[in-house]
Nanobody
Framework: QVQLVESGGGSVQAEGSLRLSCTAS????????MGWFRQAPGKERGGVAM????????YYADSVKGRFTISQDKAKNILYLQMNSLKPEDTAKYYC?????????????????????WGQGTQVTVSS
């Protein structure tokens, strides 16, 4: 049974940093896409950052490029999201996703429908 557990969320002031972790069990980091999504109250869940675990190619939403970094520790089965220069608009619940269903032209999809497995999420709150 696949289980994804996120941690590392919290409350920070604008321009602060947080590092989220997603520990996977029952799931092997092979050559597939994994990623981070976020959902703010009243909004759709949207993709933030993706990684192709085989070759480690990374993909980012325009809103977080240059501020967020996705990475992996294959030996420990952990996915990370380093978030720097946080803004109030980054406030959301962040979810880890795995078990890709499809890609887009060989790149990882940012659609929530493209992933089978989800964690319970971790809250990130950024105050101004």
């Amino acid at each position: 049974q696949v289980q994804l557990v996120e941690s590392g969320g919290g409350s920070v002031q604008a321009e602060g940093s947080l590092r989220l972790s997603c520990t996977a069990s029952g799931y092997t980091f092979s050559s597939d896409c994994m990623g981070w999504f976020r959902q703010a109250p009243g909004k759709e869940r949207g993709g933030v950052a993706m990684i192709l675990t085989g070759g480690a190619s990374t993909y980012y939403a325009d809103s977080v490029k240059g501020r967020f970094t996705i990475s992996q520790d294959k030996a420990k089965n952990i996915l990370y999201l380093q978030m720097n220069s946080l803004k109030p608009e980054d406030t959301a619940k962040y979810y880890c996703a795995a078990g890709e269903v499809w890609r887009v032209g060989g790149s990882c999809s940012f659609s929530r429908l493209a992933y089978r497995y989800w964690g319970q999420g971790t809250q990130v709150t950024v105050s101004s």
